[in-house]
């Protein structure tokens, strides 16, 4: 059963950052893609970014050219790098890690963009 361990959410004023990384239990990015999504109040959960077991990269329109996901293989952990946030990014932010019907997520962290 692969774990997977959210952290670095917080609370940021508009226009500044916050990294978040997720931390699997197993050495899955040769075979799962992983990413992330997130959740705001009353609202369905929506794709954020995500990175295939190729390394190809895909993100939301709403933040391609501020946020940046990678990984570090070595560390086992994806990381979600936000620039110039603002307040509609407010929302719980979840990892995941999706192969073929295999399909996981991390318990989320919260991410509050307010001045």
């Known amino acids: 059963q692969v774990q997977l361990v959210e952290s670095g959410g917080g609370l940021v004023q508009p226009g500044g950052s916050l990294t978040l990384s997720c931390l699997a239990s197993?050495?899955?990015?040769?075979?799962?893609?992983t990413g992330w999504y997130r959740q705001a109040p009353g609202k369905q959960r929506e794709f954020v970014a995500t990175i295939s077991r190729f390394g190809t990269l895909n993100y939301a329109d709403s933040v391609k050219g501020r946020f940046t996901i990678s990984r570090d293989i070595a560390k086992k952990t994806v990381y979600l790098r936000m620039n110039s946030l603002e307040p509609e990014d407010t929302a719980v932010y979840y990892c995941n890690a999706k192969f073929d019907t295999l399909d996981h997520w991390g318990q989320g962290t919260q991410v509050t963009v307010s001045s």
């Open positions: 197993q050495n899955i990015f040769a075979i799962y893609t």
